[in-house]
């Protein structure tokens, strides 16, 4: 199985970025421990962070017959891209969205989620964590 795990804008700056909220690790540390859960359960799993929408939108095109499930958390673009909801929509791969945080807990405009309507589940608020959880329900989905 093969899983494609998209990070969006600002995800680049963990460890740096409002650690009371996200931790003090990296997305290098992150992608260490999806790779080690990932090597754990035989899944093959590939990393792409940009902080553009359009390439996220292009990364999820490119997903079509490569991956058979995208872990994503959209960040900032969770709240406003119909673009990214309308791609992973159009290509029907099954995706699972995951925010570090509880963003229904935040402000008002962070209780809005765009891409949670494609999604097959939605990881809230557990940390890095809801990255492995993630990968256990797309497991479980394409068995
Ligand atoms: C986030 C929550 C979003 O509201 C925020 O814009 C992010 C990160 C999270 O992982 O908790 O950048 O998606």
Request: hydrophobic letters at 40%; proline letters at 3%.
């Amino acid at each position: 199985m093969k899983i494609l795990v998209i990070n969006g804008p600002n995800l680049n700056l963990l460890g740096v970025r409002e650690p009371e909220i996200y931790g003090n690790r990296t997305l290098k540390d992150l992608e260490n421990l999806i790779t080690a859960h990932a090597d754990k359960k035989g899944v093959s799993v590939s990393f792409f962070q940009t902080n553009h929408e359009g390439k996220m939108v292009d990364a999820i095109q490119s997903a079509m017959n490569v991956y058979d499930g995208i872990i994503i958390n959209p960040a900032a673009y969770t709240h406003t891209s119909v673009a990214i909801l309308d791609a992973v929509k159009s290509t029907g791969i099954k995706c699972v969205e995951v925010h570090i945080s509880d963003p229904d807990t935040r402000e008002e405009f962070r209780k809005i989620s765009y891409i949670r309507l494609a999604c097959i589940a939605t990881i809230k608020g557990k940390g890095f964590d809801g990255y492995l959880e993630a990968m256990d329900i797309l497991m479980d989905a394409c068995k």
